[in-house]
């Protein structure tokens, strides 16, 4: 449903009360009783989860599916696919020079970019009672999954034009990702550009910062925005960095002090994140991530443009013990 996502943000920041807004699709496999790999492969079954999971969960937006393989596969990366676990690549496609410069830049449709876009499109007519966001991934993690995420880092100092080239060809690609994303009616994107942590925050600067802000430029309106998500441990060393996107939003992962990163945020800007999804969501219990949720309410609340939330995507087998947990404790806080 089309809505003014500034002032949609304005509510968010201004509300007493705050629904939390975790990254939140892949678990819908337990209530449809599917794999990930069903998951994946199909449009209706994609929204039909998400639409079980708006109906379960009172959370601020909705979320598709976080798949940060999918665009490598585009541009013809190999994904290791299986039941019960998110897909990841597999391998490298660029190794030199020569073959960045033959990488070629994916139609939108290629791979599986026309079921999540066709899911979308499909959810935001079943989820009408807030936002819908797509997920996808950033340009410098994307760049790192088609050259091999640890020989990145490396090419950012060896091999700089290399990464500049593929990174102009990850981020054109994005942009049209994303315009049919907007086309389908989606409010915004998530975007995920967790391998940036990898970076000091000189080179954060030099191979993401720019990429991400040309996207944000050429897709950002009144009624789409997007959220900007890292999930290193270095994030509070690069905010300026991160800042600098120039995005509307910003969500941090839990390998950081929330507390101590919102000190960083501008007031007029929204900051989410952080509970574990690894240790609590999916490893925790009902009580411990009920405590966790409520002592990093305790310390961040104070902030009014804090969310709460995941720290990163929820795993696909996170018990949904936990997850009703979470939604409980955050609406006993401020109940």
């Not at 337990?30 to 790999?37: A, F, N, R, T």
């Not at 598709?64 to 597999?90: H, N, Q, R, Y």
Request: aromatic residues 8%; glycine residues 6%; proline residues 5%.
């Amino acid at each position: 449903m089309k809505q003014n996502m500034r002032k949609w943000l304005n509510e968010q920041r201004e509300a007493k009360v705050k629904k939390p807004l975790p990254v939140l699709s892949f678990p819908c496999i337990q209530l449809m009783e599917i794999s990930v790999k069903d998951l994946i492969s199909n449009s209706d079954t994609q929204a039909k989860g998400l639409k079980l999971i708006a109906d379960k969960c009172d959370s601020a937006a909705s979320v598709s599916l976080m798949d940060l393989s999918l665009e490598a596969e585009c541009f013809g990366s190999e994904i290791k696919v299986s039941d019960d676990e998110v897909p990841t690549v597999v391998g490298s496609v660029v190794t030199d020079m020569e073959s960045a410069q033959r990488l070629k830049t994916p139609s939108i449709g290629a791979g599986r970019t026309s079921i999540y876009i066709e899911a979308a499109e499909k959810a935001v007519q079943m989820i009408t009672d807030r936002p819908v966001f797509g997920g996808i991934i950033g340009p410098f993690s994307l760049a790192g999954r088609l050259t091999g995420v640890s020989e990145a880092m490396i090419y950012c100092y060896e091999e700089p034009e290399m990464m500049e080239l593929v990174l102009n060809k990850a981020t054109d690609f994005l942009i049209a990702y994303i315009k049919e994303y907007k086309k389908a009616g989606v409010n915004g994107i998530v975007m995920a550009e967790p391998v940036v942590g990898m970076l000091s925050p000189d080179l954060a600067k030099e191979f993401s910062q720019g990429y991400v802000k040309r996207i944000n430029e050429a897709v950002r309106d009144e009624d789409f925005i997007v959220i900007y998500h890292n999930c290193g441990n270095s994030t509070i060393q690069m905010i300026d960095s991160i800042l600098a996107t120039d995005s509307d939003a910003f969500h941090f992962g839990n390998a950081i002090d929330m507390a101590k990163m919102m000190e960083f945020i501008p007031k007029d800007i929204i900051a989410m994140g952080n509970i574990s999804p690894a240790e609590q969501f999916r490893g925790g219990t009902p009580e411990s991530i009920k405590n966790a949720t409520i002592e990093l309410l305790e310390k961040c609340s104070k902030y009014p443009n804090f969310i709460i939330s995941s720290g990163c995507d929820i795993p696909p087998l996170s018990p949904w013990e936990n997850i009703d947990a979470f939604f409980k404790a955050v609406k006993d806080f401020y109940g």
